[in-house]
């Protein structure tokens, strides 16, 4: 049975000022990593670079909004996972990449989600940074582990059934990530909304992978009758940020490959974007750097393939 998850909001990409502790991100850039619209509804495993194992890892059409597509997860024991470095989105070491996606948890059930430096990760101590939930605990607890305590610190609490969006900052150069979370749909993040642990910490230290590049996409969940083990939990819409810093805006909001302001992205863009790149035109400036380039003509085809709906 499908849980409803409320708060919806529209699959699309967005280019956006960004803020990076203090001083506003340069080139700020939100890339589709997966929406799942161009899955098939059914198992996920082989699909679109998608690995799942041991679970019915599914793609559903949104409980709340059938015109949706979103990732199922069930509570029992499996691993999901998708390379970032196929689709060109891996968070280099010594770099810094803003991540965002969606989630909803209907009922408690034992998983974490975030990243990794290797390629199938397996176990939990396989994360980098490791957002989650365990079934035993009281409430809907968000959890987070942070290594420098050596284990996991409750961050936060969720409503049942309520779609979050998500912020991840995910700092390979000092071997950090912070963690921003609201339910509001199409909101940016606000200073309000750092998470942090009860001794009032907000930056916590990857659980491995200090000295590598973040490469995979990984949830894994974990079965078993230790208290309600229900779920499910959903994910959708999930985004990496183009250049380094934070940026805290949605990126499910606007579409800035609509070049011509149509309202869908075809040939017409294309010609837009190849004529101002050629005569200098700022509208070519995808990265919003001033200069015309070839990191123009990167994001502009990972954005357009991406699309809008």
């Known amino acids: 049975m499908h849980h409803i998850c ?87 070491d010594g770099t810094a990449k803003m991540m965002f996606f969606r989630m909803c948890v209907a009922e408690k059930q034992t998983f974490s989600v975030g990243v990794s430096p290797m390629s199938h990760p397996s176990e939990y101590s396989d994360f980098g940074p490791e957002i989650g939930m365990a079934n035993s605990a009281q409430n809907l607890d968000v959890r987070v582990w942070d290594d420098d305590e ?37 909101a940016d993040a606000s200073p309000d909304d750092l998470l942090m642990d009860e001794s009032g910490d907000d930056t916590f230290e990857f659980r491995v992978g200090d000295s590598s590049s973040f490469i995979t996409f990984y949830i894994k969940t974990s079965g078993g009758s230790s208290g309600t083990n229900f779920g499910p939990v959903y994910f959708d819409d999930i985004y990496v940020e183009l250049s380094e810093g934070v940026n805290l805006t ?35 400036d995808l990265t919003g750097d001033g200069v015309l380039d070839l990191y123009d003509v990167t994001a502009f085809v990972l954005l357009f393939l991406a699309g809008c709906p």
């Not at 098939?40 to 019915?56: A, F, K, P, V, Y």
């Not at 309520?162 to 339910?183: G, I, P």
């Not at 949605?250 to 075809?266: F, H, M, Q, S, Y």
């Open 250 to 284: 949605n990126p499910t909001t606007g579409c800035v490959v609509d070049l011509n302001g149509d309202g869908i992205v075809d040939l017409g863009d294309i010609s837009v974007f190849t004529t101002g790149f050629l005569a200098g035109d700022p509208v070519a």
């Open 150 to 186: 050596g284990n996991y610190e409750n961050v936060t609490n969720l409503t049942a059934d309520n779609w979050y969006n998500v912020w991840l900052y995910v700092d390979a150069d000092q071997n950090v990530y912070r963690l921003w979370m609201n339910n509001t749909p199409g």
């Open 6 to 92: 409320s708060g919806k909001s529209g699959l699309t990409i967005a280019a956006f000022a960004g803020f990076a502790f203090g001083a506003p991100a340069e080139n700020a850039q939100f890339a589709l990593f997966d929406g799942f619209e161009d899955e098939t509804i059914g198992l996920i495993d082989g699909q679109d670079g998608w690995d799942s194992s041991g679970g019915e890892n599914s793609v559903v059409v949104d409980p709340w909004d059938p015109t949706n597509q979103v990732m199922y997860v069930p509570s029992s024991s499996s691993t999901l996972h998708k390379s970032m470095l196929a689709e060109h989105l891996a968070v280099l």
